[in-house]
């Protein structure tokens, strides 16, 4: 069900009236119930892929606390690593694995097998890396089992963030679906407030930034310098305010039912190095990876640092989907950090203190290399293939320096959303002035939905990490 719809506000307003109806004992069956129809609209079929993956990890999580012998605890959790996981593969890398593994049997005149040609079941990724953490989590001992099925499968499956993110851990959101929540006026307020900033980022700025991306990404050849490296900035923008919008509209939603999740972006294009940016971007895929594939490698091998990092980029490249540009996503970001680290170490041993942070003209150069970094990363991240992602490069640097005025409104578009994203902090919060002055808080946000009403692009897209 997509959040920028009709449908999904009228299902919303049935949901939330049946939240605050009726008594929790009903209540987490209606929000399991919800969830499953939630996610259920696309394909049904996919909902006993989610059941399958709720079912193994309550029933592994049991077994891991209750086993006395720390092989059994072993033998559980890799049951349910093993099942989860190879789930996500075979939906997700399948036809990838089958491709290479097809070509191996041209050599050897071997008749190639039939490709699976499954659509990938939306959000098997964020639940999938949800429900192995909650299987760890007992395993560490660091939260026990969830006595009740019915609250883990509300963990697993709430709607909100269900989709796409953010991956939320079992000790942080399912002490707060065990019972009832009641939402205070804030929450109402605030709840609704982000939902229509996040319809905001995405039908009114992320789409509209969308136009231009599209055409120029899908013809590269024909688009002159300058529109290539507007629209590779466009794009790094497009997915920053529609993955933020996302998140946005699943907190609002959330905390209208009293329920708080987690952030998952902090202005990420103010870093300027790249643990800063993975510490802004995603937040909650960059602390998966750092939780339970970084840590653990870094345990197990301790002297490989550097190649740990690597690894566990890769994976976190290769995680966006089974494409050789999502490999090379991954790979020119850990070479990133290997670079930035080698670079540090060496400025500490002449100066005192970080590279890039002891003054603010530092800071600033690195912000805007940093940013430098980012766009060339995404250029991989947002082409079909990697020759379409060199394409672009080429063009970039051999192309004629035409500009065509149709792409005017993007260009000040990516003027206005740097300027506010680069801006002082204190100029963005809206809690000093729209606070004190209610009737003027309510003009913002009354404006706000007239923008959305009015300027929204005729076609709005998928949320682009929907395919992820």
Same mark, same amino acid.
């Given at each position: ?7 999904? +506000?009228?299902?919303?307003? #049935? ?5 605050? &109806? ?20 696309? !394909? ?11 079912? %193994? ?102 709607? *909100?963030?269900?989709?796409?993110? *953010? ?36 039908? %009114? ?12 990404? #899908?013809?590269?050849?024909?688009? &002159? ?8 900035? #466009? ?16 907190? $609002? %939603? ?11 972006? !902090? ?5 300027? !190095? ?9 937040? &909650? ?43 090379? +996503? $991954? ?25 890039? $942070? ?24 947002? #082409? ?30 990516? +003027? ?21 002055? *209610? ?17 929204? %692009? ?11």
């Amino acid at each position: 069900m997509h959040f920028p719809s009709l449908l999904f +506000f009228i299902f919303l307003f #049935a949901v939330l009236l049946l939240y605050h &109806s009726l008594p929790w004992t009903f209540g987490r069956i209606m929000l399991v119930a919800a969830s499953y129809i939630f996610y259920g609209v696309a !394909n049904p079929w996919y909902c006993l892929l989610l059941l399958f993956s709720t079912l %193994v990890d309550f029933h592994a999580a049991q077994k891991i606390a209750a086993s006395s012998s720390l092989s059994k605890k072993k033998a559980w959790l890799f049951v349910s690593v093993i099942l989860n996981l190879g789930v996500l593969a075979l939906f997700k890398y399948g036809d990838f694995g089958l491709a290479y593994l097809n070509s191996l049997f041209l050599y050897g005149g071997i008749s190639p097998l039939p490709y699976l040609q499954w659509v990938l079941p939306v959000g098997i990724s964020f639940y999938t890396f949800q429900t192995i953490s909650y299987s760890v989590d007992v395993y560490r001992e660091k939260i026990p089992p969830c006595p009740n099925f019915l609250s883990f499968a509300l963990y697993v499956a709430y709607f *909100p963030q269900l989709v796409a993110g *953010p991956i939320e851990r079992a000790d942080q959101l399912l002490p707060q679906l065990k019972e009832k929540q009641f939402p205070s006026q804030e929450d109402w307020e605030s709840g609704w407030e982000r939902v229509l900033w996040g319809l905001f980022k995405k039908l %009114v700025l992320a789409d509209r930034l969308a136009l231009m991306v599209n055409e120029v990404y #899908a013809f590269p050849v024909a688009a &002159s310098s300058p529109e290539l490296i507007v629209a590779t900035m #466009a794009f790094t923008l497009q997915l920053y305010l529609d993955f933020s919008a996302y998140t946005d509209i699943a907190l $609002g %939603v959330a905390r209208m039912m009293g329920v708080r999740l987690r952030e998952n972006f !902090n202005f990420p294009y103010r870093a300027s !190095n790249p643990f800063d940016f993975w510490s802004r971007w995603h937040i &909650s895929l960059s602390e998966w990876f750092r939780d339970y594939v970084y840590l653990p490698l870094q345990h197990a091998y301790p002297r490989l640092t550097l190649w740990n990092l690597l690894a566990t980029m890769l994976l976190l490249g290769f995680w966006h989907g089974a494409r050789v540009n999502f490999l090379i +996503f $991954g790979l020119i970001s850990g070479v990133w950090i290997l670079f930035y680290l080698g670079a540090n170490r060496l400025f500490r041993k002449r100066k005192q203190g970080e590279l890039f $942070g002891n003054s603010l003209i530092s800071r600033i150069i690195g912000v805007v290399l940093a940013f430098l970094m980012i766009n060339f990363i995404m250029i991989f991240f947002r #082409a079909e293939t990697v020759k379409q992602a060199f394409l672009v490069i080429l063009g970039i640097f051999t192309h004629d320096w035409s500009w065509s005025f149709q792409y005017n409104i993007t260009a000040i578009l990516l +003027f206005f959303v740097l300027f506010f994203h680069w801006c002082p902090l204190s100029l963005k919060k809206e809690d000093k002035a729209l606070s004190f002055f *209610p009737i003027l808080r309510g003009v913002f946000w009354g404006f706000l939905f007239l923008f959305v009403l009015y300027f929204s %692009v005729d076609t709005s897209e998928r949320f682009i990490y929907f395919q992820f």
